[in-house]
């Protein structure tokens, strides 16, 4: 498999990347609205350089817009169970306009509350689960989100895809600076990275799936093609991958990961699956010198040489972004140029 430098590459400026995406978007039958909710999804991944959640995910978008897999039309339906809970249904839509419909009565309901949690169903790909609950931190709240997908990580000891690779994403609010991100997959990468690798014509480090007969891969298109992905840190990860799995699709009454159609083909009706998001007021708990013991803590963190914190990286990149811009396989603009165009 050829290396990344031979794949010929193109720059694009990060407001090229959100007219570029907003007109494939809309050109597939996707409603300004939502085409606007999932843009600064795609734009906000390309800044912090995940790649996987950026413009290598808008042709399968389209492609789900166009054949009525994802409902681009699609209006999401919020209602309040209970005082802390918040629902909405993504209605075979979009996940991210259901989300941002969500979040504003999830920020009334914690900050009245102290915890509240917005349960989103009948959903999609959500994009970086960091981008969401970064935008709850903000809002001054201490947040978790967990999100299903299409089965590909097997049980321990097992062999048959159970669980999707399940992410599950943190976020603090910091005074004065941008809230601390953690964002991981229940698996050792998240199963769009192999597609980036893929489409770079990259080989993938052996570690990260599994051929359809069980035996580690360095071939994406192996891994892809009814391959299952490695669990972070074994039995851990798919205790992870369970514990993802009731709250992002078990309790907002979603598709299972085993019951969702895949995320990556035309085939089946809509995935179906669930985001789940807790939001939690710091300030009736954590006390007046909460923001001075948070800082002490980070620190010991920071000042030990070759030790970062979460969501460093993608900090760093989107100060890199904002200067350089966008670097993507030339090969995938001509093929989003081609569907923003109409063809």
């Known amino acids: 498999m ?138 001054g709240l201490m947040a978790l989100g967990f999100v299903n997908a299409p089965a590909s990580i097997a049980p321990v000891g097992g062999t048959k895809p159970v669980f999707g690779t399940n992410p599950v994403a943190f976020a603090v609010p910091r005074s004065g600076e941008d809230p601390l991100v953690l964002d991981q997959s229940s698996s050792v990468i998240a199963k769009s990275e192999i597609v980036v690798h893929q489409q770079r014509g990259q080989k993938i480090p052996l570690g990260w799936a599994l051929d359809r007969n069980g035996n580690p891969t360095d071939d994406p298109a192996a891994a892809l093609d009814g391959g299952t992905m490695v669990p972070s840190g074994g039995h851990k990860g798919a205790g992870l991958a369970l514990i993802v799995e009731l709250f992002a699709a078990w309790i907002t009454g979603a598709n299972l990961s085993i019951d969702a159609s895949s995320f990556a083909d035309n085939a089946g009706g809509s995935p179906r699956t669930g985001q789940f998001f807790i939001a939690v007021d710091p300030g009736p708990l954590a006390g007046p010198d909460a923001a001075a013991r948070l800082a002490h803590l980070f620190a010991a963190i920071v000042e030990q040489e070759g030790a970062r914190l979460p969501g460093s990286r993608r900090a760093a990149a989107r100060r890199q972004t904002a200067d350089a811009g966008v670097r993507i396989p030339a090969i995938l603009k001509d093929r989003l140029d081609t569907i923003a165009a109409g063809a």
């Not at 390309?46 to 808008?58: K, T, Y």
């Not at 259901?98 to 994009?127: H, M, R, W």
């Open 2 to 139: 050829s290396a990344a430098s031979s794949v010929p590459m193109t720059c694009l400026s990060l407001k090229e990347v959100e007219d570029l995406t907003f007109r494939a978007l809309t050109a597939c039958g996707v409603s300004p609205a939502n085409a606007l909710s999932v843009t600064a999804s795609v734009v906000a991944a390309e800044a912090e350089g995940v790649h996987s959640h950026g413009l290598a995910r808008l042709p399968t978008y389209c492609a789900h817009a166009k054949v009525g897999k994802i409902d681009g039309k699609a209006m999401p339906e919020l209602t309040r169970p209970r005082p802390g809970l918040v629902r909405v249904d993504a209605r075979d839509g979009f996940a991210h306009p259901a989300i941002d419909l969500g979040l504003p009565a999830l920020f009334e309901a914690a900050k009245t509350q102290g915890i509240a949690a917005l349960a989103v169903t009948n959903s999609y790909n959500c994009g970086v689960v960091g981008y969401h609950v970064e935008r709850i931190a903000k809002a």
